[in-house]
């Protein structure tokens, strides 16, 4: 075992994680019957919003939360939530928050099995675009990611005056899940200043963006600059924009459109800045129906040029640190992990090594206690004359056993056979397996402990597998927990900086790894695995071995080592001539007139299954909802969409 697993460190580049499935919340739902946007464009280049959206909601619901992104625009202002009688909300029945990249709305509500309706009111500052030969609103009237259908949407743009030759400018909308080319012709002209959009059935995780485009002078261009940055005459992306001494989330290259279209032109203060890399500020005027373009030379300071030399003779060095780790932990495996050598040839071995339990058998084999070591003490207690097992009849087809003590006084038992004996038991004569289920789990780490202890006691090991895992394990885990923060967190701010850390996440891979074979057996615990290879040889393979010695008090006695060495189908074959009736331990729910081993076995593994999911099962924490949502950004469309989500 010890050999396959130091085999597949050398190709193993990453470690599976563990993920916690959420629970599964109250029967509710909801979708969204119908959304529709009324835009009205104006003349100064800003436009407003009035989205009427029903809600059909099954099950109860507390609470609605939306959130319009900024994406592409100056800003979003007045954001108003009216109700479907036109009423306008206020806190407490809405909380509206204006970040500086979106606006989020929650509605507190009391909605079960019914339809809602709230309108949702807005005004878009610098949404848009300003071309040679015409202008255009790029819109998502519905973003893509929400897990809800929209039955009907539809969505007007309305112009500050008629347009003579609009139907010769084109129209379209785009439909399906982010990145999406795919184009409808939904929309008609009502009139020469009225356009209407239309979808039906967009189902989860479509979206719905709208391109409104009308000829130049219908509105004013309210001023545009493009802010730039180059390095050696290269472009340079990514720098960050100042704005009067104050950090925007903008980054170059960028285009911005005056704040206030009541104004002709205004002035600001732009600085872009990069990591180890110099610019000054300048000083920059937007006019109305202007477009320039301002590009800020970036000179790299010599420490950073200095550093980057640095980092890249540190990238050499980490990257072969993983190779000096393997090597130092193979080493240290050699030395205080890999077990002593065992003897040539395995051979069979008519009887388990020395006065060894078939669960400390497969502690041992395996250097850690399972379930499937566990739940064959029963079988093991049943054989030695300390209970009887019973099939229950249930009305279901799911089976249910029941263990019933005998007056057989229990006596002979390790620790862990006494804790797993009382443990089901108690005070009690009988006990059904279905009753053990969310309460025996609490027994269960005691029961193991007591294993590791009993294979320590006994000299298998010098000291507890469990106990070496968790002294090995410890180190590897936060290096590579730390080194995967610090990968995910710098690489964005210095690509150079944060790939350093990668290395140290094989590091921490390889030490998991190796902590998982270093419990080291002592000479007694390898003579004793090789002594239980081969006694699973015999078990396996009996037919060829001493057949005079196939009774069935032998099929018995092993029976309980068979199962933990997951051959008890393969020991059962050897016995179908030789064992004929049922033994007095296990009582059927559907006594066979003429016994057959193969249908005993089969039970035997049932009554191990009920076992394994009685004693491991516990309690199930309640909880979850559901939720759905939708952003802005589709197809690489303008602003808002925004998000969405009920509960």
């Given at each position: 075992m010890k050999k396959t697993i130091l085999k597949s460190l050398i190709f193993i580049s990453a470690v599976g994680l563990f993920f916690l499935w959420p629970s599964i919340g109250q029967a509710k739902s909801w979708e969204i019957t119908s959304w529709d946007s009324q835009i009205r464009v104006k003349e100064d280049g800003s436009f407003s919003v009035r989205e009427t959206r029903t809600f059909d909601f099954e099950g109860s619901f507390s609470w609605v939360e939306t959130e319009v992104y900024k994406d592409r625009v100056d800003?979003?202002?007045?954001?108003?939530?009216?109700?479907?009688?036109?009423?306008?909300?206020?806190?407490?029945?809405?909380?509206?928050?204006?970040?500086?990249?979106?606006?989020?709305?929650?509605?507190?509500?009391?909605?079960?099995?019914?339809?809602?309706?709230?309108i949702f009111e807005y005004k878009v500052l610098g949404g848009i675009g300003f071309f040679e030969e015409h202008d255009e609103l790029y819109w998502n009237v519905l973003a893509q990611d929400r897990d809800v259908r929209v039955d009907l949407v539809t969505a007007t743009v309305y112009l500050p005056r008629e347009v003579r030759n609009l139907s010769e400018y084109a129209q379209t909308i785009y439909l399906g899940p982010s990145g999406s080319t795919e184009q409808s012709d939904n929309y008609e002209f009502t009139n020469n200043r009225t356009i209407g959009f239309w979808g039906q059935s967009i189902e989860a995780y479509e979206g719905f963006t709208i391109v409104a485009s009308w000829p130049k002078k219908i509105i004013e261009d309210p001023g545009t600059i493009r802010i730039e940055a180059t390095v050696d005459s290269k472009s340079f992306e990514g720098a960050k924009i100042i704005i009067d001494g104050e950090e925007t989330a903008y980054t170059t290259p960028y285009a911005f459109q005056i704040g206030d279209p009541s104004n002709i032109?205004?002035?600001?203060?732009?600085?872009?800045?990069?990591?180890?890399?110099?610019?000054?500020?300048?000083?920059?005027?937007?006019?109305?129906?202007?477009?320039?373009?301002?590009?800020?030379?970036?000179?790299?300071?010599?420490?950073?040029?200095?550093?980057?030399?640095?980092?890249?003779?540190?990238?050499?060095?980490?990257?072969?640190?993983?190779?000096?780790?393997?090597?130092?932990?193979?080493?240290?495996?050699?030395?205080?992990?890999?077990?002593?050598?065992?003897?040539?040839?395995?051979?069979?071995?008519?009887?388990?090594?020395?006065?060894?339990?078939?669960?400390?058998?497969?502690?041992?084999?395996?250097?850690?206690?399972q379930l499937k070591d566990i739940t064959p003490m029963i079988v093991d207690f049943a054989v030695r004359g300390f209970l009887i097992i019973k099939e229950v009849k249930r009305a279901i087809r799911k089976k249910d056993f029941k263990l019933v003590r005998t007056n057989k006084c229990p006596s002979g038992f390790s620790e862990c056979e006494r804790l797993m004996f009382d443990g089901l038991f108690g005070?009690?004569?009988?006990?059904?397996?279905?009753?053990?289920?969310?309460?025996?789990?609490?027994?269960?780490?005691?029961?193991?402990?007591?294993?590791?202890?009993?294979?320590?006691?006994?000299?298998?090991?010098?000291?507890?597998?469990?106990?070496?895992?968790?002294?090995?394990?410890?180190?590897?885990?936060?290096?590579?927990?730390?080194?995967?923060?610090?990968?995910?967190?710098?690489?964005?701010i210095s690509p150079q900086v944060g790939l350093l850390f990668p290395p140290f996440i094989f590091i921490g891979i390889i030490g998991i790894m190796f902590s998982i074979i270093m419990p080291k057996a002592?000479?007694?615990?390898?003579?004793?695995?090789?002594?239980?290879?081969?006694?699973?040889?015999?078990?396996?393979?009996?037919?060829?071995?001493?057949?005079?010695?196939?009774?069935?008090?032998?099929?018995?006695?092993?029976?309980?080592?068979?199962?933990?060495?997951?051959?008890?189908?393969?020991?059962?074959?050897?016995?179908?001539?030789?064992?004929?009736?049922?033994?007095?331990?296990?009582?059927?729910?559907?006594?066979?007139?003429?016994?057959?081993?193969?249908?005993?076995?089969?039970q035997l593994s049932s009554f191990n299954t009920n076992?394994?999911?009685?004693?491991?099962?516990?309690?199930?924490?309640?909880?979850?909802?559901?939720?759905?949502g939708f952003s802005g950004g589709f197809s690489g469309g303008g602003g808002g969409g925004g998000s969405v989500s009920a509960g």
């Open positions: 800003d979003i202002v007045d954001f108003k939530v009216y109700d479907e009688l036109n009423q306008e909300l206020f806190s407490p029945d809405v909380v509206i928050t204006d970040g500086y990249s979106s606006v989020h709305a929650l509605l507190n509500i009391s909605a079960t099995d019914e339809q809602k309706t709230w032109e205004e002035t600001y203060n732009f600085l872009v800045q990069k990591f180890g890399y110099e610019t000054e500020a300048q000083e920059i005027t937007i006019r109305k129906g202007e477009t320039s373009v301002y590009v800020f030379n970036m000179i790299e300071t010599w420490w950073h040029k200095a550093w980057a030399i640095i980092l890249g003779v540190l990238s050499v060095v980490v990257w072969l640190l993983p190779f000096f780790a393997f090597y130092k932990y193979y080493h240290r495996w050699k030395i205080y992990g890999q077990d002593p050598k065992q003897r040539g040839t395995v051979v069979a071995q008519y009887e388990p090594y020395k006065d060894i339990r078939p669960s400390e058998m497969g502690a041992m084999m395996d250097e850690r206690v005070s009690k004569q009988e006990v059904k397996l279905s009753s053990l289920k969310n309460k025996f789990y609490k027994k269960i780490p005691d029961i193991t402990d007591s294993l590791y202890q009993a294979i320590v006691k006994k000299g298998y090991y010098q000291e507890s597998p469990k106990d070496v895992r968790k002294r090995y394990i410890a180190l590897p885990i936060v290096i590579f927990g730390v080194a995967v923060i610090l990968t995910v967190f710098l690489t964005p002592t000479v007694i615990g390898a003579e004793a695995k090789w002594w239980t290879k081969g006694f699973k040889l015999y078990l396996s393979k009996a037919e060829r071995f001493r057949l005079e010695r196939m009774t069935p008090e032998t099929f018995e006695k092993y029976l309980p080592y068979a199962i933990v060495l997951g051959v008890e189908k393969k020991w059962a074959s050897r016995f179908k001539d030789i064992y004929k009736e049922q033994p007095q331990w296990y009582q059927s729910a559907t006594p066979m007139r003429t016994f057959a081993l193969a249908s005993f076995t089969r076992m394994g999911g009685s004693i491991s099962s516990s309690p199930k924490s309640a909880g979850g909802s559901s939720t759905s």
